[in-house]
T-cell receptor, first 110, second 115 residues
Framework: KNEVEQSPQNLTAQEGEFITINCSYS?????LHWLQQHPGGGIVSLFM???GKKKHGRLIATINIQEKHSSLHITASHPRDSAVYIC????????????FGKGTLLTVNP | GAGVSQSPSNKVTEKGKDVELRCDPI?????LYWYRQSLGQGLEFLIY????????KSGLPSDRFSAERTGGSVSTLTIQRTQQEDSAVYLC?????????????FGPGTRLTVL
């Protein structure tokens, strides 16, 4: 079993829909990252959080440390949001090493 | 430069050849990381540098892989006697320091294809 599990693996939505991507992890962590990777593109860090909730534009990330679970929400989704979204955790025993989920491929159709 | 840069962006090589991949971190970032993204495997950690030293090489898949960093800046990842299973995108990231509150900034990656 991977230390970091994401669901769903693939997600197709219509423009304007509310999107939720989930991440569960099995180890104690010091931080959790949400990353975005466009096809053929580099990786962009969206959020780094260790508690609570963060919001940036139409993106919201939440984390529940007790339940070892995080969600990434996209409101009013747009075709340009189509990308792979990757959850990564920094385990409590390390200040730097990231363990990654396999990613969620999001396709938003116009 | 404004971000992390990597070169080459694409590399095609023959099995058995050596390759060198280069990473230029963001100026002032003391921590540097190499990751590999293989088809179906997702991203995996390879090696971490703090300054010029590599306190954690645990992710290097075999002794054919090595990395160095000079002047606390540029890093080179070398793969000797490449194998087809080395084909992947190799990503470099940097951060201000190793502390957990520091965000990692990723480069565009080098796509390595071993024929």
């Amino acid at each position: 079993k991977n230390e970091v599990e994401q669901s769903p693996q693939n997600l197709t939505a219509q423009e304007g829909e509310f999107i939720t991507i989930n991440c569960s992890y099995s180890v104690g962590i010091s931080a959790l990252h949400w990353l975005q990777q466009h096809p053929g593109g580099g990786i962009v860090s969206l959020f780094m959080l260790s508690s609570g909730k963060k919001k940036h534009g139409r993106l919201i990330a939440t984390i529940n440390i007790q339940e070892k679970h995080s969600s990434l929400h996209i409101t009013a989704s747009h075709p340009r949001d189509s990308a792979v979204y990757i959850c990564a955790v920094r385990s409590g025993g390390s200040n730097y090493k990231l363990t990654f989920g396999k990613g969620t491929l999001l396709t938003v159709n116009p | 430069g404004a971000g992390v840069s990597q070169s080459p962006s694409n590399k095609v090589t023959e099995k058995g050849k050596d390759v060198e991949l280069r990473c230029d971190p963001i100026s002032g970032h003391t921590a540097l990381y190499w990751y590999r993204q293989s088809l179906g495997q997702g991203l995996e950690f390879l090696i971490y540098f703090q300054g010029n030293s590599a306190p954690d090489k645990s992710g290097l898949p075999s002794d054919r892989f090595s990395a160095e960093r000079t002047g606390g800046s540029v890093s080179t990842l070398t793969i000797q006697r490449t194998q087809q299973e080395d084909s992947a995108v190799y990503l470099c990231a940097s951060s201000l320091a190793e502390a957990s509150y520091n965000e990692q900034f990723f480069g565009p990656g080098t796509r390595l294809t071993v024929l």
